[in-house]
């Protein structure tokens, strides 16, 4: 499923999920992920971003501070 496309991208980064939480409303059939990463150089954040918007079922990524 979603879940585990989106885990097993951030591991094959070696991107450490310090958080994740997910909401998901049924009948719209939307689910909203937060999560929160440690990376070890910031342009991994960008091309994390690339690879999560080309993910079968993501509409959005985009990054919050």
């Known amino acids: 499923g979603l879940l585990s496309d989106v885990t097993t ?3 094959n980064e070696h991107a450490n ?3 994740l939480s997910t909401t998901t409303d049924k009948k719209a059939h939307l689910a909203h ?3 929160t990463l440690e ?3 910031l342009e991994i954040l960008s091309r994390l ?3 999560m918007t ?3 079922n ?3 990524v985009k ?3």
């Open 9 to 11: 991208l951030l591991s």
């Open 17 to 19: 999920v310090v958080s």
């Open 33 to 35: 992920m937060k999560i």
């Open 39 to 41: 990376l070890p150089r």
């Open 49 to 51: 971003v690339d690879k």
């Open 54 to 56: 080309q993910l079968p």
């Open 58 to 60: 993501i509409a959005e």
């Open 63 to 65: 990054r919050v501070s």
